[in-house]
């Protein structure tokens, strides 16, 4: 199983600006594609961010224009490029890898790295 370890999450002010990273503990030949998802207190998890191994990128709406999700698959890394920050965004952010290994599909999520946009 592989582990993913984020880093980057932390108290910001409206407006400004934060860069997650997510890395995999070990190699992964054949990642299909690697996310980000948050949870707000009361909320249930939705993702945020996704790009595939080919590099095509999906945003959900409210992000749209302000985060910018990249990928270096040599790297096994992940990286959410959050601007524009407002307190809605408030939330403990979670990476996740979906890859193939032996024929068979698996995913993995972080630990979770908590972002609070505020004043």
């Known amino acids: 199983q592989v582990q993913l370890v984020e880093s980057g999450g932390g108290l910001v002010q409206p407006g400004g600006s934060l860069r997650l990273s997510c890395a995999a503990s070990?190699?992964?030949?054949?990642?299909?594609?690697m996310g980000w998802y948050r949870q707000a207190p009361g909320k249930q998890r939705e993702l945020v961010a996704a790009i595939t191994s080919g590099g095509r990128t999906n945003y959900v709406d409210p992000v749209k224009g302000r985060f910018i999700i990249s990928g270096d698959n040599a790297k096994n890394t992940v990286y959410l490029q959050m601007n524009g920050l407002k307190p809605e965004d408030t939330a403990v952010y979670y990476c996740?890898?979906?890859?193939?290994?032996?024929?068979?599909?698996?995913?993995?999520w972080g630990q979770g790295t908590q972002v609070t946009v505020s004043s």
């Open positions: 996740k890898v979906d890859y193939r290994s032996r024929g068979a599909s698996y995913s993995s």
């Open positions: 070990k190699s992964i030949f054949s990642i299909d594609t």
